[in-house]
């Protein structure tokens, strides 16, 4: 985004959710209890003020009302989905585009790698965007991991804006990395503007932004970076700078170790939050609240921590009956084991639904796949295992020629006519 354009729209950060420069320079005392500290308030600190309790249902057995644009819980380690509202439908995602910075510059750099700070990141006091800085200056030499941990625990957009020109030359450039990125990673609903988010017209999914989650899960010091309360960072001379997260729930919500807020006029309040307890990992995704969206990620947790039950739906080699294909009848197991968190309310309303390869034919090949073993419940697919061949049986006995056949008809139907006048 042009400097033009920033001054032109510099009004917008008026009803802009995030940090302010000086805020985060402020220098904050170490967290006490459970409670997070108090938001310094204008005109020198953030212009949302941090929650100090969220509001869950008292049952968590049942699904909560969202109120956001779109949402999505899932299991974090294997992707499955447990809640949805609008999954797939592309909207703005303001800060949580920094997700997609943080993983293209952990993947090409070393934390220990010194980046210096070119003017074209540099935010001016009436710059879109300034309000959520840490204060970068022209020439200043800064690590990528500190860079890192601004960026993510403070949403500071001068320090997106020096990774970004720091690894691609310019921001356009990294711009074409996040969308080529995008892409590999099967996002196909997402379109990146920016590095920073401050451009609305980029768009993503609860769903594409579940898979962009997963992968930086998976990135060695991520999930580190994201449950850090507090940062210091060197500045050129003075006090260091003492970062913030963002993410309330951290204080307020047992077992959270990340992800990312993130707030414009357009996205609304956005939202992914991450949380383990009792060997479940659950990740969370809010977009598009029209209010603080720390509560509603919180009953969506809650009831993927209460509300459901883990069961073995299919174990793998296990004796799945037979299956009817062209020319004959074929045993089949279970190809894979099948295991998956279930609605506690819905467990009497369990389905399982057989879908036969329509190529399938007599005589299939030992192990091969001739068809699936689809299990759900009303409104969502729980999950699917192949059915594969166990054992091929000799083929059905000819039954002869017609007449015989016909003869054979015949001699039943007559029986069967004898046996009810007998009844």
């Known amino acids: 985004m042009s400097r033009i354009l920033r001054r032109r729209i510099v009004s917008a950060t008026l009803v802009v959710a995030v940090i302010s420069c000086e805020a985060v320079l402020t220098s904050f005392a170490s967290p006490r209890g459970t409670a997070p500290p108090p938001t310094p308030v204008p005109p020198h600190g953030s212009l949302s003020p941090f929650p100090r309790s969220l509001a869950t249902p008292a049952d968590p057995t049942v699904a909560p009302a969202i109120s956001a644009r779109s949402a999505v819980l899932a299991e974090l380690t294997t992707g499955d989905v447990m809640d949805e509202k609008a999954p797939d439908e592309p909207v703005p995602i303001a800060s949580l585009t920094k997700l997609m910075t943080a993983l293209i510059a952990m993947k090409r750099t070393q934390p220990s790698d010194v980046v210096t700070v070119d003017p074209r990141a540099v935010f001016r006091r009436r710059d879109y965007g300034w309000s959520s800085t840490i204060g970068l200056k022209t020439g200043e030499r800064i690590s990528v991991e500190n860079l890192l941990y601004a960026m993510m625990l403070g949403s500071a957009n001068d320090a997106a804006l020096a990774l970004a020109i720091h690894l691609a030359g310019s921001e356009e450039a990294f711009v074409r990395l996040m969308n080529a990125q995008a892409r590999r990673l099967e996002m196909h609903h997402t379109v990146f503007f920016s590095s920073t988010g401050l451009d609305d017209r980029g768009r993503s999914t609860a769903l594409d932004l579940l898979r962009l989650v997963r992968v930086l899960d998976a990135v060695e010091g991520f999930d580190r970076i994201t449950a850090t309360r507090f940062r210091a960072i060197p500045a050129p001379q003075g006090r260091d700078r003492r970062i913030q997260n963002r993410n309330a729930l951290l204080w307020l919500y047992p077992g959270t170790f990340g992800t990312k807020t993130g707030s414009t006029a357009r996205a609304g309040s956005c939202l992914i939050a991450s949380a383990a307890r009792g060997g479940r990992r659950l990740v969370t995704i809010i977009l598009g609240a029209s209010h603080e969206s720390f509560s509603d990620a919180a009953a969506l947790l ?39 968190l279930v609605p506690t309310v819905s467990l009497d309303h ?13 005589p299939p090949a030992p192990g091969s796949r001739i068809g699936t073993l689809v299990v759900s419940i009303p409104g969502l697919t729980i999950g699917s295992v192949p059915l594969l061949v166990s054992v091929v049986p000799p083929p059905p006995a000819s039954p002869g020629p017609w007449w015989v056949r016909a003869g054979m008809s015949v001699g039943r139907s007559v029986a069967g006519a004898i046996r009810a006048i007998s009844s």
């Open 302 to 340: 809650a009831y993927g921590f209460g509300g459901f039950t883990q069961r073995t739906l299919a174990s793998g080699g296990a004796d799945e009956g037979t299956l009817a294909i062209r020319g004959g009848t074929v045993p089949v197991v279970a190809g894979a084991a099948l295991t998956a």
């Open 350 to 362: 369990l389905r399982q639904r057989i879908s036969v390869d329509p190529h399938a034919a007599f």
